[in-house]
């Protein structure tokens, strides 16, 4: 039985609320007395996730966005795998609980997992902290932090071996987001000719393998409501992997954004004064993590190049007519301005 819908008008239409009701039942019986009622989440432009309430009992449905995905993308069968293996050794990612592809449901696969509690931050401190000294700067710090944990988990101890091939892992990287790029392309931007060629050549030697989040954000994390310094939880395992740690490294330094900085669509409260500067998130990240990050600028170039390329691939799609949120209509301005964060970042002046 469903008691409340509060999702958009697509996936109120082409997802079986009944039938997904009765199969969490079947799977967790003591849920089977509670109506369910569905709040679905808006932030972000690709998987889409949905909180499924069952009288206390809340849980958190992600399934891949509705229409054409490519091949590979989106692989919820991939995270639910991953999250089953990390969750014992690292509880800040969450618990998976149910794992399914039944056209009968929906048309896509999707997995369920637990809900975290705590508040996410995207574009605006929270009122929970609105009275802590020092907000920013605690926050800046538990990022590092978590990061530096993340990335000092011993993958081989773990039986974590078979979630990527590390050599060549950079280079496949760099090359694969190159091609997604050729294959979205819209307009003629200079910048490309540039920074294309020099990726290619500049490709350095990786410092020692760790497990790669692949997606390690601001708001890919939940902090605890009462202390900026605790993490409750991380999100988004779907590309996880072990390679190179400072990939994560570099794209959680093109999402920190500053001050000052051009238009690129890309949510983040870091804009707001009072956090740690990218510069400063680098330094912090040396010292706790002993990794050299002499080619930083490499990596950090490569980030912001491959985030335009996501956004890229949005935009073509929005441009052929397959999607049609309005959000995408602007997302050029966000393309060129994160192009030029990654030639200034190539020139060795954004950092």
Known sequence: MISNMDVTKQSLEEINWT?????????????????????????????????????DNEMVLRRPPFGYIPPKAHDMEREYRILTKIHPIFPLAPKPLLYQLDPNIMDKHFYIMEKKQGVVLDDHIPDCYAQIANVGEQISTTFVDTLVQLHDIDYQQAGLNELGKPEGYLKRQVEGWIKRYEQSTTDNI????????????????????????????????MFAASNPSEIVGIFDWEMCTIGDPLVDLGLAIAYWTEPGDAETGLSAVTNQGGFLSRKEILELYASKSEVDLSNINYYVTFAFFKTAVVLQQLYYRWKIGELQDNRFEKLNVGIYNLLKQAQLTKENKLL
Do not use: C, R
């Not at 003591?30 to 889409?48: I, W």
């Open 19 to 55: 039938e997904l009701d009765n199969f969490v039942k079947s799977n967790i019986p003591e849920l089977s007395s509670f109506s369910m009622t569905v709040k679905q989440f808006t932030a972000g432009y690709s998987n889409l996730t949905y909180l499924l309430s069952f009288g």
């Open 190 to 221: 200079q910048l490309i000719d540039e920074l294309v060629p020099w990726l290619l050549d500049n490709i350095p030697k990786s410092p020692k393998t760790t497990i790669v989040h692949n997606d390690f954000k601001l708001n890919n994390m």
